[in-house]
């Protein structure tokens, strides 16, 4: 009895220390402003005398230290005073909002803008954040002079605009956030609105096109604004699309690429890469030839159990960074067998890098473990890569003006370019497979006809791979 209260004793105090640790990450976090949250913003905006001036209203702000990240450009950093409370939490420093019940906190701060408002001007970054803070609702209001004419666009749904006797009213308002801000003159405007999409155009536009917004398939619900621009903007907020013409195709591939690029976070990727996500995530093959290209090559591979396996693997992508590596490692898995499938075709500029697996045993050479020695497995065969491995047989490899040369001091071979035959001493023997093997720009040797034609001994193990020269006797 006393060893069973002793026991429960115990396990009472790891369960209260537990909880005390617990308790005093999160009340470090809330003091430090580690801890991550959602917030809501309304944002006013004038435009006079060459800067926007602008007041920010952050709602539902937590109990906690929340540190504010100003615009590279923002000048006069400072409290609003909508009332008495606006700026209570405000440091001295403006810098961050100190830990309070107060939930919400007013800024203004003005944005220079060189040279005044141009025709098709995108003004990137132009609002503050709240460092591990994300807004889930934003309301923006924009007033300029009644004597500027134009269009203003944030990516937010477009609310409404009025044209008063002193000032252009504009306000947007949605789920989400806002970081930057287009402006274009002359007769741009919205000339369809879903829930999904804002479609602004100088004309109108065709009926067909308007019945296939509502067949499109999306990722999530983030509104996007599309411009029909013939000279589009290259970098911009992922709620904001530049296209020359609307087409079905154009509008709804780069809708899902810029909500997939918002969703997920791509490291060292190159453009191909969400596109190859992309179309797995919609089950519609978009983007690139090289895109395409590589989802075709996966699915002639993958059996059926497979290509739900790694379906379903791309629909549970979470917070990670995805790149070539992750998606490699993920391919391995899903395949059984390492690849770096997609680490090579990032490498392989033009065109595509074939499906290949990796023995990841060690190699040894004469007892020597050669780590630049790799063997891949590609449609059933063995393959070394010959540039490497066969300097260690004693021979010399490379490409030359009739095919790849492979020599020693009394052996010599030449494999040309066309399949059927290869040349030994000067004499030419007729093949049925291929002993030389170019895939992209490396060349490699089957593992038959390495034993047959170099003259080596081949054992393997779990771990290693041994590849031994063979004596005079041997041969």
């Given amino acids: 009895m006393k060893f069973a209260m002793s026991f429960f004793s115990i396990l009472a105090l790891i369960i209260t220390g537990t909880l005390f640790f617990q308790y005093h990450a999160y009340s470090s976090d809330l003091e430090t402003g580690n801890g991550e949250f959602h917030y809501s913003q309304e944002i006013e905006i004038v435009y006079r005398e060459n800067s926007l001036d602008i007041r920010q209203h952050f709602k539902n702000l937590p109990n906690q230290k929340v540190e504010i990240k100003w615009p590279e450009n923002a000048v006069n950093p400072s409290c609003f005073i909508d009332n008495e409370k606006s700026c209570d ?3 001295k420093e403006v810098s961050y909002f100190n830990k309070g019940e107060t939930k919400s906190q ?3 701060y003005i944005i220079p803008i060189k040279g005044g408002l141009k025709d098709k001007m995108l003004i990137q970054n132009v609002f503050a954040t709240l460092t591990n803070g994300e807004s889930s609702y934003s309301v923006v209001h924009i007033s300029a002079d009644s004597k500027i004419v134009g269009q203003w666009i944030t990516g937010l749904p477009l609310v409404g605009q009025q044209k008063l006797s002193l000032v252009n009213y504009t306000m947007f308002s949605g789920y989400g956030t806002v970081r930057d801000i287009y402006w274009q003159t002359g007769n741009l405007k919205a000339q369809e609105q879903t829930p999904v999409l804002s479609i602004y155009a100088s004309g109108a ?14 990722l999530n619900d983030q509104h996007i604004a599309i411009i ?3 000279n589009p903007v290259k970098e911009h907020d992922d709620r904001l699309l530049f296209l020359p013409e609307l087409t079905e195709q154009a509008v709804e591939q780069e809708v899902i690429l810029s909500q997939i690029k918002s969703q997920y976070k791509f490291k060292d990727s190159p453009t191909w890469l969400p596109e190859v996500v992309a179309s797995y995530l919609v089950k519609d093959t978009i983007g690139s030839d090289k895109a395409k290209k590589i989802v075709k090559t996966l699915k002639e591979y993958m059996t059926t159990a497979q290509d739900a396996e790694w379906q379903e693997a791309l629909n549970k992508l979470g917070e990670e960074p995805i790149s070539p590596a992750s998606m490699d490692d993920l391919l391995s898995e899903v395949l059984n067998a390492k690849t770096s499938y997609f680490k090579l075709n990032t490498a392989q500029e ?3 890098y074939p499906l290949l697996f990796e023995d990841e045993r060690s190699v040894y050479v004469n007892d020597v473990v050669r780590e630049d020695v790799h063997v891949i497995l590609y449609e059933g065969q063995v393959l070394y890569n010959a540039d490497k491995l066969l300097p260690y047989l004693g021979y010399t490899a490379g490409e030359g003006k009739n095919g790849y040369y492979i020599n020693s001091d009394n ?6 370019k066309e ?3 290869y040349v030994f001493n000067q004499h030419r023997y007729s093949t049925i497979s291929e002993p030389i093997i170019k895939i992209a720009n490396n060349y490699y040797v089957e593992e038959a006809w390495l034993q047959r034609l ?3 001994e081949l054992q393997k193990s779990d771990g290693r791979i041994n590849i031994k020269m063979l004596t005079q006797e041997q041969e």
């Fill in 89 to 91: 939490r405000l440091s």
């Fill in 106 to 108: 007013s800024v203004s």
């Fill in 205 to 218: 536009i065709s009926k067909n096109f308007l019945k296939s917004l509502e067949n499109f398939k999306f």
């Fill in 228 to 230: 029909q621009e013939k």
């Fill in 350 to 352: 033009n065109g595509t």
């Fill in 411 to 416: 052996r010599t071979f030449r494999f040309p």
């Fill in 419 to 421: 399949p059927g035959f």
């Fill in 454 to 456: 170099f003259l080596v």
